[in-house]
């Protein structure tokens, strides 16, 4: 288990009355016993250096304790919503919020049993937390193609400062049938670190590309038809699905949405929130 090139408090990015607010919730979840995890900008800085402001606090839980975390955060005062019933709530103080999150926006990694396993310890505005462990930090960023938000040089970031400390096994297994994401990212982390590609183990880029190798030369699959592109973009594989006619990836086993929650979804495109044109047309 690696530990945190960086343990920041927050106290530097975060003013006074947010601070109280995180902190409230914090430890509202903890007397309540709700297993939680921190994770986004924070977690990025614990495994990285790197410091950023933030907007606001993620927070990783199961889909299964949201009800009962919801109750008692509001029954401490704060508003709670669930805008996106697939992957994310919110919890607000005025403008202020925090993000509870128990999958990825795409659907392909729910919060579950193994996301708690091994964390590292750290404070958050003197709060003892847990934080998300890299593993799953990769596997979620792995995956935001978007484009207004690209992630992948957090990956290589998070790749860069703790190659020798991935649970490599483990990782593969995570991404399981996405594992040409995986290999897509590794591949770029040699081109981006050229004098580091021997820090990525020798036997990981064999099987990936042993993978690679036996997927070409196979058969086409019996469905050839499925557009996964909406996995990495909810809005720039728009015109695949609705103009020529691919199956949605997020509607095949590979994720966990459903018709309705894609619908949601697409409609909380900034641009279609403008009454702007079909972004998938673009």
């Known amino acids: 288990m690696p530990s ?25 979840l903890q007397a309540a016993r709700i297993p ?8 990025q800085a614990c495994f990285t250096g790197i410091r950023r402001s ?13 009800p009962r975390a919801t109750r008692v955060l509001t029954d401490a005062g704060w508003r709670c919503e669930l805008p996106y019933s697939h992957w994310l709530a919110k919890v607000y103080q005025g403008e202020e919020f925090i ?11 729910p919060v579950d049993e193994r ?15 847990r934080v998300a462990n890299l593993e799953d930090s990769l596997l979620t960023k792995a995956f935001i193609m978007e484009r207004e938000r690209y992630d992948g040089a957090d990956v290589a ?40 590609r021997h820090r990525i183990p020798r036997w990981v880029m064999d099987r990936l590309l042993a993978r690679l190798f036996l997927e070409t ?29 691919y199956m949605d990836g997020r509607l095949t086993p590979a994720s966990t949405m459903t018709a309705e929650e894609i619908a949601v979804w697409t ?8 009454g702007g044109a079909d972004p998938g047309t673009r």
């Open 54 to 66: 933030t907007k606001d606090l993620d927070l990783f839980i199961r889909r299964e304790d949201y």
């Open 4 to 28: 945190p090139a960086l343990a920041p408090s927050l106290e530097e990015e975060v003013a006074t009355g947010t601070a109280e607010f995180y902190r409230g919730v914090l430890r509202t």
């Open 267 to 274: 409609q909380a495109i900034p641009e279609r929130q403008d």
């Open 157 to 196: 970031h998070l790749l860069q400062a703790n190659a020798e400390h991935v649970d490599w096994p483990g990782l593969i297994e995570r991404f399981g049938s996405h594992w040409r994401v995986l290999l897509a990212h590794l591949s770029l982390f040699g081109y981006i670190y050229p004098g580091e």
């Open 217 to 245: 030369a196979a058969p086409p699959g019996e469905d050839p038809h499925v557009c996964a592109g909406t996995l990495l973009s909810r809005e720039q594989y728009l015109h695949d699905v609705t103009r020529l006619g």
């Open 115 to 129: 996301w708690f396993r091994n964390n590292i310890e750290v404070e958050v505005l003197g709060v003892a937390v």
């Open 36 to 43: 939680f995890l921190v994770g986004g900008a924070f977690a």
């Open 99 to 109: 993000d509870l999150i128990f999958n990825s926006g795409n659907g392909v990694a």
